[in-house]
């Protein structure tokens, strides 16, 4: 990294929230009670596809302290984030075991837990679709038998009637029927993985309250407050002022807190008891199937070359198993296609990139917003492909970099600004991980090394008109708040939006307070905290405000030291005159206005307003993908060193490494951390973690001693963080998005390093010892 004069950006900060969570003092959503809380708890499906013929809540009612039971017909209307496709609580039929099909209201947690429990639902069971592979078939079962009829929230969704099929996203670019005849090879390789879980440490949860005057006071630990505000407003008909959402700290999310699920039950079952307030908090198994979750994929890659290894095309097909709803899951599968080469420059590109319907746990974002999964077949593909031309993978990616000048699936005109240097990081990464030394290295009886290494690229997707604001005001002392309603999620967002406030008022952090909690009654309004956008979207913001502060200062400061605004600068706690830095007033003494000799006062308050919205975005074409829909991309590439033991398949990680180009890093060592534990995230989802469906799609793994992730022990024995920093001119000093990246190159990188070490094509994942046993055992060996 280069060294820089700023004075606080560029600097490894201490986070504003470690002593609070360190102590363990913080207080999540689940953590509050008070006198009177009622308590909601779910019936849920125990089938995964089935007609509901009746639901007998007469026992239920028996149970002490039940005061309200809440079904399907309350409330018979479908929401959701993209397509209104879900009702909250199932009616006619359900989708998924462990969908809510009624909500118990009771005293405590206990009584609704028993109540719920005596709820007896009648069943006609429905044939299951149980993969995206069966769900894509003619004449399979439908799980929404009337799709077309849903109505679109977004634009850019395009569900087929009869069909499992919630959305069809199409990238077409160049002429690839006619280059594929010139293509001197090609290769065609298909990909597969299961839904998986976030598995963030604190469980959804929410609290709901109906005021008398009709307001709905909501404390959720959602990442996207206003998004709350925007599904009351249509699907439930209350004013949007109506509608005061809270957000404390998150203890994680991992893009599973960005959809909208808890909240409309606790409305629903506040309503029922009259507006008294009420708690829906998950319990681990309910997290995990009854909550949103992870993709499934199965992909087709194609790709045509040159005799030299120039990528001449590329077909690429995605079943995106978004489960029982489409959710985020029609949003994931149109980044997909518009990210579909990886960062590779492909001039003819045909893709078709499917959000399915199945009957399983319906899918949402999660940390990458589909980036991973694509990775995953992108990157094993170029390694086969390297295999395959008898080439070095590395000189195989060099060769096909996309670099400024050439255009991504959707046709954007990449340049030095919007898209960072692909080409260095491989390099340092090369380096980083010891290469040249050798990819494949005995080291003992039945005991080999081997290293894989992958690229990647995300551009953060996010509303063409996506935005942030952010206020700033001063104490007497010269300290200064900082409002804005990014959600501090674990990432550490607010502190670096304090170190952009410091550097642009060139003040010391100690002197930035930032407000943790977010309450959209006075935050400003801010798209969400997702697609690693908030330290563009309300960096940018930060620095309005601050401007508009500065603004304001030198206008006081002009009059109190009888000079120009354009002679005065601020810093050091301080206004003062450029040609004579001793000559000045200190900012305590005009933050509420300045009091003359005479007693005349001037000048007032200081209150720094700004925002920020997205500039030069575009929708994506329905035909052919065209279009912009990211201001930059990041880019990078991780690599994986393993010990594979060849008698019973079993492997270590040895070190995992990153190099990014997140143009200017604001904090690195937050940024580090960033990446390490993207990086864990991501080689957990690779060697472990999926559901388990049985025939009659019941998810088998239901609880964290099953559901398999990377323990401790299990983790690389060396992480290793580098960045590249390309500055984005847009960004607040420079700075791209980073907060997904960590995640998105590591299954690749794990599975080529696994290939190459056992000597076979290991496409599916998770990579656990059976799977490189199977693999072996197929291909003869």
């Keep these: 990294m280069t060294n820089k004069i700023w004075t606080t950006v560029g600097k490894s900060e201490q986070r504003i929230d470690v002593v609070e969570k360190s102590t363990g003092k913080v207080r999540y959503v689940g953590d509050y009670s008070v006198p009177g809380l009622m308590h ?81 639902v009648e069943y006609e069971p429905l044939p299951v679709v149980n993969s995206v592979q069966q769900a894509f078939q003619a004449y399979a079962p439908l799980v929404h038998d009337n ?34 005849a010139n293509c001197a090879e090609t290769i065609s390789a298909s990909y597969s993985f299961n839904l998986s879980d976030h598995a963030a440490m604190e469980t959804r949860s929410t609290r709901v309250e109906i005021n008398p005057d009709g307001k709905v006071i909501i404390h959720s630990c959602s990442q996207s407050p206003y998004m709350i505000k925007k599904v009351f407003n249509q699907f439930f008909n209350i004013e949007v002022g109506n509608v005061i959402v809270h957000i404390p700290l998150i203890g994680g999310a991992f893009g599973g807190k960005g959809a909208i699920q808890l909240e409309p039950l606790a409305y629903l079952a506040s309503k029922a008891v009259g507006g008294k307030m009420v708690k829906l908090q998950y319990e681990r198994e309910e997290d995990l199937i009854t909550a949103p979750c992870h993709i499934g994929l199965d992909a087709t890659i194609k790709l045509g070359v040159t005799k030299e290894g120039k990528l001449m095309a590329g077909q690429y097909t995605f079943l995106v198993d978004s489960g029982a709803y489409t959710d985020h899951g029609a949003g994931i599968t149109q980044a997909i296609a518009l990210d579909c080469t990886g960062p590779y420059n492909v001039p003819n590109v045909w893709c078709d990139s499917y959000c399915m319907y199945t009957n399983h746990p319906f899918a949402t974002s999660y940390r990458g917003y589909g980036h991973p999964e694509l990775t995953f077949a992108v990157e094993r593909t170029m390694d ?40 260095k990081c491989i390099i340092r990464v090369k380096e980083l991980i010891g290469w040249d030394e050798g990819q494949r290295i005995a080291v003992g009886e039945n005991l080999v090394r081997a290293k894989g290494i992958s690229l990647f690229w995300k551009t953060s997707k996010t509303a063409t008109n996506a935005q942030a604001g952010a206020v700033i005001t001063f ?88 000079c120009s605004e354009e002679d005065l600068e601020v810093g050091g706690g301080r206004v ?16 509420l206005g300045y009091t003359l000799p005479s007693g005349h006062a001037v000048g007032a308050q200081i209150i720094g307003t700004g925002s920020y919205i997205q500039r030069h975005l575009t929708p994506m074409d329905k035909e052919t993908g065209f279009g912009k829909p990211g201001s930059w991309w990041s880019v990078g590439s991780q690599a994986v060193e393993v010990e594979l033991d060849e008698r019973n398949f079993t492997y270590k990680i040895l070190k995992a490494v990153t190099v990014l180009d997140g143009g200017t890093i604001i904090n690195p060592m937050m940024a580090t951390q960033q990446m390490r534990g993207g990086m864990y995230l991501g080689l957990s989802f690779a060697s472990s973690e999926s559901f388990h469906f049985d025939e009659n799609g019941v998810v088998e793994n239901a609880d964290l001693r099953t559901y398999h992730m990377l323990r401790y022990g299990e983790q690389p024995v060396e992480y290793l963080v580098d960045f590249i920093e390309t500055p984005f001119a847009d960004g607040p ?21 696994l290939s190459e070490a056992a000597q076979v094509e290991l496409n599916e994942l998770p990579l656990i010892p059976e799977l490189i046993w199977k693999t072996k055992k197929e291909s003869g060996q």
């Excluded at 959305?167 to 029927?177: F, L």
């Excluded at 590395?394 to 960072?420: M, S, Y």
């Excluded at 000093?733 to 390093?753: C, T, W």
């Design 733 to 753: 000093y420079g700075a791209r998005g980073i907060g997904e990246h960590g995640v998105i190159g590591m299954a690749p990188a794990l599975a080529n390093g």
């Design 147 to 180: 799709s077309g009829d849903y109505t679109k929230i977004i634009d850019n969704v395009y569900p087929v009637p009869g069909t499992n099929i919630g959305s069809h996203i199409k990238i077409r670019k160049g002429d690839i029927g006619t280059i594929w």
């Design 576 to 591: 003062y005159l450029v040609p004579d830095p001793a000559y000045g007033v200190e900012i305590k003494d005009i933050a």
């Design 475 to 562: 104490e007497p002392d010269g300290a200064v708040n900082l409002n804005c309603a990014a959600i501090e999620l674990g990432q550490g967002t607010k502190t670096t939006l304090a170190q952009i406030l410091a550097e642009k008022l060139n003040m010391p952090m100690d002197k930035i307070h930032v407000i943790m909690e977010v309450n959209t009654q006075y935050d400003p309004h801010q798209w969400s905290t997702v697609a690693s956008s908030t330290t563009f979207l309300a960096g940018r913001a930060v620095l309005a405000a601050a401007e508009s502060a500065i603004k304001q200062m030198k206008k006081t400061a002009s009059i109190v030291l009888q």
């Design 384 to 423: 086969i492909l390297a295999k395959q031309l008898n080439m070095d993978p590395i000189e195989l990616r060099i060769l096909n970099v996309i670099k400024p000048g050439d255009t991504t699936p959707t046709q954007t005109v990449l340049t030095t600004n919007n898209i960072g240097d692909t080409e």
């Design 40 to 120: 909601a708890k779910l019936v849920k499906s125990t089938q995964a596809h089935a007609l509901i013929k009746s639901i007998d809540t007469t026992e239920a009612w028996k149970m002490p302290g039940v005061r309200a039971i809440v079904t399907g017909e309350v409330f018979p209307f479908h929401i959701g984030p993209i397509l209104a496709d879900r009702p909250p609580l199932a009616f006619g039929k359900v989708r998924y075991y462990g969908e809510p099909i009624a909500i118990v209201v009771a005293d405590s947690e206990h009584q609704g837990k028993l109540a719920a429990n005596k709820v007896k």
